[in-house]
């Protein structure tokens, strides 16, 4: 039997329906962080959420691919505490981390 090294994780969105998650492959990880790492220009809190927001649409779309594509259905189910600990179990992000290279977002580029 194969030991199986990731976690997969479930959250449950504002509308009860759940998402599960789970550490992203290499693709999607690429994408994750070429989107994460637009953190680093960010002056503007609400441009900061929208970043955010679209890498936890990628760290979704496999397993709801309903949710990735209805994206402001999505805004009206996520709340920033869940997103956050899906940008944690999808791409290793601690957004809560005061370290900013370790929360993944200096020094990525």
Do not use: W, Y
């Amino acid at each position: 039997m194969a030991t199986q090294v990731f976690k997969t994780e479930a959250f449950t969105l504002q509308d009860e329906s759940e998402v599960e998650v789970k550490p992203l492959t290499i693709n999607r990880l690429r994408k994750f962080m070429a989107v994460i790492t637009k953190m680093n220009d960010i002056e503007d809190e609400a441009d900061a959420v929208d970043v955010l927001f679209d890498a936890a649409v990628i760290a979704i779309a496999k397993n709801r691919p309903d949710l990735a594509e209805d994206r402001e259905k999505l805004e009206d189910i996520l709340d920033m505490p869940t997103l956050h600990k899906i940008l944690e179990v999808a791409g290793g992000v601690k957004l809560n981390d005061p370290n900013p290279t370790a929360a993944g977002l200096v020094g990525t580029t």
